[in-house]
């Protein structure tokens, strides 16, 4: 990668880091007091700072699903799907805070040298203007997509309901379930050329399916980023005694590199 594009790359991420933790501060000080005069301005210049972001980030056009991404956090919806009023402050912030979150695990493919040629110094890739990465089509086992696509969904609301354990494990979960649903679409003998160990998969560790994923080629260094309580998230719920305190940096983090290594997994999205 050019050092330039990876440096402005990065001061991209630095600054999204920071907008980040201004809306999880922002976020705590209104669930303590929604109507806190002084909470809701400083929310709205952060709304703000995180459009001008957003806009540089989508290359100005309205179309990128970053842009669309932002403009939906707005919306409170109806069951049939309408718009029917603004969102409350909290849960616009909680909703661009997933916005910023998409951009930094999309970034963080760039960072590590896993984009796509023509990406813009100021914009994020064309390919990603159809959909958010939220969908799991490229899952070979069809018995499989239903029950990740729920996982998902439950992942998120894990997270607005701020239970980060639940949160972490689910998304742990849904990202063993597809790295284990590729490497078996592989093969055992392909995979065995890449030094995976003996025996079945099934019978791997969740890290070493990671590993092995990399060597093989099937999924790229997005998973450096796993924080050490996720990748040892099955040790965990075997644990009879208290369980390690998962952080919402943690959860979150972890929610960036599923998001990563689905783009991996499905590089057309």
Not at 15 to 22: D, W
Not at 153 to 164: N, V
Not at 201 to 219: C, K, N, P, Q, Y
Not at 249 to 268: C, N, W
Request: proline share 3%; aromatic share 4%; glycine share 8%.
């Amino acid at each position: 990668m050019d050092e330039s594009l990876a440096a402005q790359i990065d001061t991209y991420l630095a600054h999204l880091e920071g907008l980040i933790r201004r809306g999880l501060e922002l976020r705590d000080r209104l669930a303590i007091d929604s109507s806190d005069g002084s909470a809701i301005a400083a929310t709205r210049a952060w709304q703000e700072d995180c459009g001008v972001t957003i806009n540089q980030l989508s290359g100005g056009s309205k179309a990128h699903w970053l842009a669309r991404s932002f403009s939906q956090a707005f919306l409170m919806r109806s069951e049939s799907g309408r718009a029917v009023e603004e969102a409350a402050p909290s849960e616009i912030v909680t909703r661009l805070l997933d916005v910023l979150e998409q951009a930094v695990a999309t970034l963080s493919t760039m960072n590590d040298g896993t984009g796509a040629a023509g990406y813009s110094t100021a914009s994020l890739p064309a390919s990603s203007e159809a959909t958010a990465p939220r969908r799991f089509e490229f899952v070979h086992n069809s018995d499989l997509r239903p029950v990740v696509e729920q996982a998902y969904i439950d992942s998120r609301h894990a997270l607005e309901e701020r239970d980060y354990d639940r949160a972490l494990r689910t998304s742990c979960g849904i990202l063993e379930a597809i790295v284990t649903d590729a490497l078996a679409h592989k093969g055992l003998s392909a995979l065995a050329a890449s030094g995976a160990p003996a025996g079945k998969i099934a019978d791997w560790s969740f890290d070493t399916r990671l590993t092995v994923a990399e060597r093989a080629g099937l999924i790229r260094g997005g998973c450096a980023r796993l924080p050490a309580v996720a990748r040892t998230y099955r040790d965990n719920e075997k644990t009879a005694g208290p369980r390690a305190v998962v952080s919402e940096r943690e959860a979150r983090q972890t929610g960036q590199v599923l998001h990563v290594v689905m783009r991996d997994l499905d590089p057309g999205r």
